[in-house]
């Protein structure tokens, strides 16, 4: 699996509001904004990235409070990344795009496409938050008073190296449940930074409480109407679980599922050649949106259709080229 890249994925900086971000541009054609899931940044895209390149022009920012991105105290809110999004796009001079949200980083890209239909194309989701409430309890703990000094305590050198080594050792064991370890791993990393553990900490109390996702697209997953949307989903995700994929069948009938076998919740780094081919299918397949202000106060005076109506108006946009079984 490629983890790297090469010189063409030179990282850029610009600096917006006063606060720098970091990104990875590349390729040429039509534009695909990757974001990046809770305590990664854009290299979790590096094992596809290369191929998407080929195809698309790709555009990977480290959201902030990530990777090498600023760390301020400011809104990290999931409407606030979104507007990042937007006036980082705006300065890189591109106008629309297919956004693709993995984890939390899906959670943005649906409030992305709901703030800013007109800039939006298609919607990919890899494993997104925002479909349902469960979320693993090493999440929800990050919302317990303490966690920043309890964190700061077991980053510190020497302790920090066991637990990456002992982290790491079990995603190599076959495990159940293990899998995604060694990603896991990466982000513990990532906390020795208190300014890191400070946004992650804002991060996630702003979307999960102790009972699990408290924000969700439930509720607006009818707008999907009128924009593409593709799910991909790894059958073995401890992190959000593969069942959340049947919420999004369910309220967005019009989406295309991936259930992608033997992968986690990376399944664009499990099984990167597959996650590829899926993702220039369904740009392949698919119209990319066109913004209409009177479709859009239409679908939000009217809210979601019954099933049976959305079958007689025909207005699905695409056709599924994999479905969950049962759905």
Same mark, same amino acid.
């Given at each position: 699996?490629?983890t790297?890249?090469?010189?063409?994925?030179?990282l /850029?900086?610009v600096t917006?509001?006063g +606060?720098e #971000?970091?990104?990875?541009?590349?390729g040429s054609?039509?534009?695909?904004l990757?974001l *990046?899931?809770?305590?990664?940044?854009?290299?979790?895209?590096f094992?596809?990235? #290369?191929?998407?390149?080929?195809?698309?022009?790709?555009?990977a920012?480290d959201?902030?409070g990530?990777?090498?991105?600023?760390?301020?105290?400011a809104?990290?809110?999931?409407?606030?990344?979104?507007?990042?999004?937007?006036?980082l796009?705006?300065?890189?001079?591109?106008d629309k795009?297919t %956004?693709v949200?993995?984890s939390f980083?899906?959670?943005? $890209?649906?409030?992305? $496409?709901?703030?800013?239909?007109? #800039?939006?194309?298609?919607?990919?989701?890899?494993a997104?938050?925002?479909?349902?409430?469960e979320?693993t309890?090493l999440?929800?703990?990050i919302?317990?008073?303490?966690?920043h000094q309890?964190?700061?305590?077991?980053?510190?050198?020497?302790?920090r +190296?066991?637990?990456?080594?002992?982290?790491?050792?079990?995603?190599r064991?076959?495990l159940h449940?293990t899998?995604?370890?060694?990603?896991?791993?990466d982000i513990y990393e990532s906390?020795? !930074?208190?300014?890191a553990?400070? $946004?992650i900490a804002h991060v %996630?109390?702003a979307? %999960?409480?102790?009972?699990? /996702?408290? %924000?969700?697209?439930?509720? #607006?997953?009818?707008l999907? /109407? $009128?924009?593409p949307?593709?799910v991909v989903?790894?059958? !073995?995700d401890?992190?959000i679980p593969a069942t *959340?994929?049947n919420?999004?069948?369910?309220?967005?009938?019009?989406?295309v599922v991936e259930?992608?076998?033997?992968?986690?919740h990376?399944p664009?780094?499990?099984h990167?050649e597959r996650?590829v081919r899926?993702v220039?299918?369904?740009?392949?397949a698919?119209?990319?949106?066109?913004?209409h202000?009177g479709?859009?106060?239409t679908l939000?005076?009217?809210?979601?259709?019954?099933?049976?109506n959305?079958?007689?108006a025909g207005e699905s946009?695409?056709t599924?080229?994999?479905?969950?079984?049962g759905?």
């Amino acid at each position: 699996m490629t983890t790297e890249p090469d010189a063409a994925f030179e990282l /850029q900086r610009v600096t917006i509001h006063g +606060h720098e #971000r970091a990104f990875v541009r590349a390729g040429s054609g039509p534009a695909l904004l990757l974001l *990046h899931g809770l305590g990664c940044d854009h290299t979790t895209w590096f094992p596809a990235i #290369r191929d998407l390149a080929r195809h698309f022009t790709v555009i990977a920012p480290d959201l902030l409070g990530h990777g090498v991105s600023a760390k301020p105290r400011a809104d990290y809110s999931v409407g606030g990344y979104a507007n990042g999004m937007r006036d980082l796009l705006t300065v890189l001079g591109v106008d629309k795009v297919t %956004v693709v949200g993995h984890s939390f980083g899906g959670g943005v $890209a649906m409030q992305f $496409a709901y703030q800013f239909p007109e #800039r939006t194309e298609r919607m990919i989701l890899v494993a997104p938050g925002g479909l349902g409430p469960e979320v693993t309890p090493l999440i929800r703990l990050i919302t317990l008073p303490g966690f920043h000094q309890a964190m700061g305590l077991a980053t510190l050198p020497g302790v920090r +190296h066991v637990g990456k080594a002992g982290l790491r050792a079990l995603s190599r064991t076959g495990l159940h449940g293990t899998r995604d370890l060694g990603e896991v791993a990466d982000i513990y990393e990532s906390f020795k !930074d208190p300014r890191a553990r400070a $946004a992650i900490a804002h991060v %996630v109390r702003a979307v %999960v409480d102790m009972k699990g /996702q408290i %924000v969700t697209m439930v509720d #607006r997953a009818y707008l999907t /109407q $009128a924009m593409p949307m593709l799910v991909v989903w790894g059958t !073995d995700d401890m992190v959000i679980p593969a069942t *959340h994929a049947n919420n999004a069948a369910r309220t967005a009938p019009g989406a295309v599922v991936e259930i992608v076998p033997n992968a986690g919740h990376f399944p664009h780094k499990d099984h990167p050649e597959r996650f590829v081919r899926v993702v220039q299918e369904f740009v392949r397949a698919t119209h990319p949106a066109s913004y209409h202000r009177g479709r859009w106060r239409t679908l939000l005076r009217n809210g979601p259709a019954l099933p049976s109506n959305r079958a007689e108006a025909g207005e699905s946009p695409m056709t599924p080229v994999a479905q969950l079984p049962g759905a």
